[in-house]
């Protein structure tokens, strides 16, 4: 294990030892002259101690921690780790399940893995490497798979080129290993076609996958506006338990497309559907006040800190506005996946909104992120999705 050594300054080694798996370039010392984007590295105190071992990368973040043992990272490091990915979610009872049958099987730092998302659609694997470090492992990491999942696994897809840095130059994503026999899954029943090579993320939002399932308690004999509706997980889900009418709006026609085309592998509700390809916050402005549950699920508004005040008020601006629109009482769900706005921030923005738009509203639920993209307590920062269920009078 001849990785090059990163000495940290005095005092900073505090973060590791309390198995935080980033290494912020202002505590390191010496040893970044001999090193470059991806390479292993073992980071060690100002007195010499091993703390970790990781991947460097010139930025902020300078190593992400794979390993807080000096151990080697090869085929076994890799199988261990994705082992006990699958362990747990075996036991959330995720891996043999007929009625559902996608979840996220690696969570990035929830994990220990910083850097590496691995979502399971019903037989395929599909690989997100935000470095180029982690992306390097590629081969290994499928190894890995075939080796934890065995003949349930059919193939492995990286998907790696919209998550690297263009600086890296992986221009396209390709089939790592095997071949994919279905590209539909189920979520509590309902079927959704998975679009991996050219759709959003991995394909699907697997972190709503639970509040989908609230939203549709909430739906029966209702009119719902589903808004940034991608492929219409929160639609189908609501007119599958009773909902009267459906609207789902995106910005995006291939969304849309989408939707209309899992709406259609769902047949035998009665309610209305419709699909609507729009600016959400133009749209929400110009609709009725005829909606009984309305759920605000938008992009990221803040990627960065400098990000995070126009973010925030983004989404008091859309939130007022849902808010004046809606049935008294009414239901909205809304969320925030934006990780620089903590729940404590994204609460208050919500209060605010409610007070512009000047409607009383109770909190019903504090939602979050599903155990399959656990929380390292560790690292708080894999915390990020967040979201309140409102009732409206």
């Keep these: 294990m001849n990785y090059p050594k990163l000495i940290l300054q005095k005092g900073k080694e505090v973060s590791l030892l309390r198995k935080h798996h980033w290494v912020f370039s202002g505590a390191i010392a010496k ?23 990781g991947h460097f990368s010139q930025g902020s973040i300078m190593v992400r921690i794979i390993s807080f043992e000096e151990r080697a990272i090869d085929l076994a490091f890799w199988i261990e780790k994705l082992g006990a990915a699958y362990a747990v979610r075996k036991a959330l009872q995720l891996t043999d399940q007929k009625e559902t049958t996608v979840y996220r099987l690696v969570h990035g730092e929830g994990d220990g893995l910083p850097g590496l998302i691995i979502d399971y659609y019903q037989g395929t694997a599909v690989i997100q490497a935000h470095n180029i470090g982690m992306h390097q492992h590629l081969a290994s990491i499928s190894e890995g798979l075939q080796a934890v999942y065995g003949k349930q696994l059919k193939g492995v897809y990286d998907k790696s080129a919209e998550t690297l840095p263009k600086t890296e130059g992986l221009l396209s994503n390709e089939w790592v290993w095997g071949k994919a026999e279905t590209d539909v899954v189920k979520e509590y029943g309902a079927s959704y076609k998975i679009d991996w090579e050219k759709g959003q993320k991995t394909g699907f939002f697997i972190d709503q996958r639970e509040n989908r399932k609230l939203v549709a308690s909430y ?30 709006v995106d910005i995006s026609q291939k969304a849309i497309e989408l939707t209309d085309e899992n709406v259609a592998l769902n047949a035998g509700f009665k309610g209305k559907h419709e699909s609507i390809v729009a600016d959400v916050v133009k749209y929400i402005r110009e609709i009725g006040e ?13 990627k960065s800190l400098k990000a995070r005040h126009n973010a ?9 506005e849902a808010l004046r629109k809606i049935k008294p009482g009414g239901i909205l769900f809304t969320f925030s996946c934006s990780q620089v706005v903590d729940k404590r921030l994204f ?3 919500i209060t605010a909104a409610a007070l512009e738009s000047k409607r009383n509203v109770r909190i019903l639920h504090q939602l979050s992120q599903p155990a399959d993209h656990p929380i390292n307590c560790f690292h708080p920062e894999t915390e990020y999705l967040k979201g309140l269920v409102l009732y409206v009078e």
């Design 290 to 302: 005829d909606f009984d549950l309305i759920v605000l699920d938008p992009p990221a508004f803040a």
């Design 31 to 53: 040893g970044t002259d001999e090193v470059k984007n991806g390479d292993l590295v073992a980071v060690h105190s100002s007195k010499n101690e091993f703390l970790g071992i």
């Design 347 to 349: 609460a208050n923005t």
């Design 219 to 248: 739906s029966k004999g209702k009119k719902v506006l589903n808004t940034f509706c991608y492929s219409g997980g929160f639609s189908v889900l609501a007119l599958q338990e009773g909902a009267k009418e459906v609207h789902s």
């Design 312 to 320: 925030v008020q983004a989404y008091k601006r859309l939130n007022a």
